[in-house]
Structures are given as C-alpha cells and as structure tokens.
C-alpha cells in the first residue's frame, strides 16, 4: 500500500520560509516522478512543482520561480519543498503526490498523471 505524509506546514509571517516533507513508503521515489500542489479555500489544486524520476529535470509554478526548491532523498524515500519569501498569495494546503508513469522522464504538471497523493499540510502566510 502506497502512502505519501507530509509534514512541515505552519504559520509564517510574510518573507518567511518553511520546509516541507513528504514520507513515502509502498513506493521507491526513485523510479517515479513526483510533484507538489497547493489549494487554497476555494480554488481548485493547482500546480506548484514537480521533478522527473532520476531527479534530472524540474519544473515550477512560474510565480514560484527562484523562491521555492523541490528536492528528494532517494535514500530516505522523501521528498522536500523548500519555501523562501513566502507570500500571503502562499496559503494553501500542500499536497504531495507521485505520477503513475514509471521511469517517466518529463516531471509533469498535470494532476490526472499523479496517481498517489498525501493529505496535505497547511501552510499559512500572513501579511
């Protein structure tokens, strides 16, 4: 059974920063690509950031650019969001999630190619 926790959310003022996690376990991180979305209340999930399999290639939320990291230990089976300068625009809940595809080369961000996801942590920024 495959399941993705994550953890690190919290409260932060605005300029902040805060680092997520996501446990996995029942998969090998390794061999899928995995990515990180947000919903705010609301709003539909959307795309924050996502990496390929062999951790080669990323791709970002272009309003995330140069701010937020996605990063993973193969070793540990995790994978990370750092978050820098954090905006109030930043609150949402965060969801980790692995695509479907093994081995696929193309981190991607769309949502219907994750097939596992987390439950989410929230992340609130105040101004």
């Known amino acids: 059974q495959v399941q993705l926790v994550e953890s690190g959310g919290g409260l932060v003022e605005a300029g902040a920063s805060l680092g997520l996690t996501c446990a996995a376990s029942?998969?090998?991180?390794?061999?899928?690509?995995v990515g990180w979305f947000r919903q705010a209340p609301g709003k539909e999930r959307e795309f924050v950031a996502a990496?390929?399999?062999?951790?080669?290639?990323?791709l970002y939320r272009d309003s995330v650019k140069d701010r937020f990291t996605i990063a993973k230990d193969n070793y540990k089976n995790r994978l990370f969001l750092q978050m820098n300068s954090l905006e109030p625009e930043n609150t949402a809940v965060y969801y980790c999630?692995?695509?479907?595809?093994?081995?696929?080369?193309?981190?991607?961000?769309?949502?219907?190619?994750?097939?596992?996801w987390g439950r989410g942590t929230q992340v609130t920024v105040s101004s």
């Open positions: 999630a692995s695509v479907s595809v093994f081995r696929g080369t193309t981190p991607s961000s769309q949502l219907d190619e994750y097939n596992y």
């Open positions: 029942g998969r090998t991180l390794s061999q899928y690509g």
């Open positions: 990496m390929s399999w062999n951790g080669l290639s990323t």
